[in-house]
Structures are given as C-alpha cells and as structure tokens.
T-cell receptor
Framework: QKEVEQDPGPLSVPEGAIVSLNCTYSNSAFQYFMWYRQYSRKGPELLMYTYSSGNKEDGRFTAQVDKSSKYISLFIRDSQPSDSATYLC???????????FGKGTTLSVSS | GAGVSQSPSNKVTEKGKDVELRCDPISGHTALYWYRQSLGQGLEFLIYFQGNSAPDKSGLPSDRFSAERTGGSVSTLTIQRTQQEDSAVYLC????????????FGSGTRLTVV
C-alpha cells in the first residue's frame, strides 16, 4: 500500500459543477497537507494548504482534513474550464521535509 | 530570475549514456528538492538538500543516481548509465527555510532514454 492514495481519474465535469477531489493516507504522523495544481508541461503550483485537521476556504476552493479517517479533500465550487489540470495532494510529517505526493487526479471542465 | 529554473527543458539520450540535469533555485532559498514524475505516477521524492546539512538521499532509486549542490545554490542531478525506465520528468523545487509551505517547483526536465 502506498503512503498516499489518490484516484487518477480522469474526472470530467460541466462548467459550474462542484468538484470533489480526495486522498487517503496511511501515515498517522502526517500533519502538513497541501494541494497542488499542475498544468500540462508545467511544474506543480501550490493551491491550498492546511495544518492538522480542519477546513480552509479560499475563494472557490475549500480544503478539508479528517485526520481520524486519514482522508483529505479539495472542493472546487463553480468550476471553470481554466480549472482543467491535474490536482495533486501532498503531505509531510515534519515541516520542511520532503513532501509525499499522491498520483494526481486529472480534471477536465467543459464549457 | 523570479522562479526555479531547470535546464535543459528536454533531453533525449541513448541508453547507457550519462546525463546531467541542472536546477537553479530561487535566490536565498536554503532547501532544494528533486522529484521524478513518470507517466501515470505521482511525484517520487529523490533527494533533499537543506543548507549545509548532509542531504537526505533516501529516495534515490539506485547508485546510478547522484546529486550535488554547490555553494548552497545550483544543484545538478546526475544519472549514470541511463536505462529506459529512467525516462520521466525530473522536477526541482526550492523553499525558503522560513516558509513551511513555500515549495516552488520548476517546469522540469523531460528526459527520454532511447
């Protein structure tokens, strides 16, 4: 079992839909959680981050962490074609150490 | 420059040849990370440099892979005797030690071994 599991999709939704992206993990020591967005032939860029359990909202994006279930989620409201990308979850046990990534979920939003 | 710069952006090499991939981190960033992204796979950690500390080499897949960081800035990832399974995108990230979440990635080097 990999430390971080993420359904690779692809996930196709119409413009305006609510998108839910998820990751599960096995290492209970993880406490730093991030979501990255990666466009084709580009490096990943940080989208959201949370520490330990809880929710965080930033515009159309909401990140949730449930440490008791070892489950993290990213919700995208009012999805736009420009949201079409690969979304990668990442996590670490200690600040600044190497991030452990999921495989990424490819999202396509059609207009 | 303002971002992490990697060169070359693309590299095609013959099986058995050695290759060097370069990463120029953001100025002042003390931490530098190398990752490998294969088709259909997530980012696989390779090696991590933090200041003058000994690097964390725990992710290097074999002794054909090595990396160095000179003067706490530029880093070079070397793959010796390349194999076809080494074909992947090699990504570099840097981070300011004061920013827990501030990992900034370059656009990567796409390596193809033929």
């Amino acid at each position: 079992q990999k430390e971080v599991e993420q359904d690779p999709g692809p996930l196709s939704v119409p413009e305006g839909a609510i998108v839910s992206l998820n990751c599960t993990y096995s290492n209970s020591a993880f406490q730093y959680f991030m979501w990255y967005r990666q466009y084709s032939r580009k490096g990943p860029e940080l989208l959201m981050y949370t520490y330990s359990s809880g929710n965080k909202e930033d515009g159309r994006f909401t990140a949730q962490v449930d440490k008791s279930s070892k489950y993290i989620s990213l919700f995208i409201r009012d999805s736009q074609p420009s949201d079409s990308a690969t979304y990668l979850c990442a996590m670490a046990a200690q600040a600044g150490t190497a991030l452990i990534f999921g495989k990424g979920t490819t999202l396509s939003v059609s207009s | 420059g303002a971002g992490v710069s990697q060169s070359p952006s693309n590299k095609v090499t013959e099986k058995g040849k050695d290759v060097e991939l370069r990463c120029d981190p953001i100025s002042g960033h003390t931490a530098l990370y190398w990752y490998r992204q294969s088709l259909g796979q997530g980012l696989e950690f390779l090696i991590y440099f933090q200041g003058n500390s000994a690097p964390d080499k725990s992710g290097l897949p074999s002794d054909r892979f090595s990396a160095e960081r000179t003067g706490g800035s530029v880093s070079t990832l070397t793959i010796q005797r390349t194999q076809q399974e080494d074909s992947a995108v090699y990504l570099c990230a840097s981070r300011n030690s004061g920013e827990v979440y501030g990992y900034t990635f370059g656009s990567g080097t796409r390596l193809t071994v033929v």
